[in-house]
Nanobody, 126 residues
Framework: QLRLVESGGGLVQPGGSLTLSCSAS????????IGWFRQAPGKEREGLAC????????FYEDPNEARFAISRDNSKNTVYLQMNSLKPEDTAVYYC???????????????????WGRGTQVTVSS
């Protein structure tokens, strides 16, 4: 079974940056669309961005949100979420998810995914 592992979370000051990584062992991810999601305490899980297997298409929940950028390096079997100008309200557990057959904006939707990582905590605080 596909197992995803997120890394790169941690404590960062407001205005700082983090790059999250999503990788998998025993499976190659190049046929999977990968989405990044987050869930803050007491809130629903929200989609942030997704990228198709080839990397040719990316979608963002908020296209005007220029602070986040999704990318992938299939040679490293890894998908990234670059986060800049972080704010305290970005504090959450961040998850990546994978599935096939997602080539449109529906890849932002959490229920479209069958495979999930366990998440990595991002805390933005001074």
């Amino acid at each position: 079974q596909l197992r995803l592992v997120e890394s790169g979370g941690g404590l960062v000051q407001p205005g700082g940056s983090l790059t999250l990584s999503c990788s998998a062992s025993a499976f190659t991810l190049d046929h999977y669309t990968i989405g990044w999601f987050r869930q803050a305490p007491g809130k629903e899980r929200e989609g942030l961005a997704c990228i198709t297997g080839s990397g040719n298409f990316t979608f963002y929940e908020d296209p005007n949100e220029a602070r986040f950028a999704i990318s992938r390096d299939n040679s490293k079997n890894t998908v990234y979420l670059q986060m800049n100008s972080l704010k305290p309200e970005d504090t959450a557990v961040y998850y990546c998810a994978a599935d096939t057959g997602l080539f449109t904006r529906i890849c932002i939707l959490a229920y479209e995914y069958d495979y999930w990582g366990r998440g990595t905590q991002v805390t933005v605080s001074s």
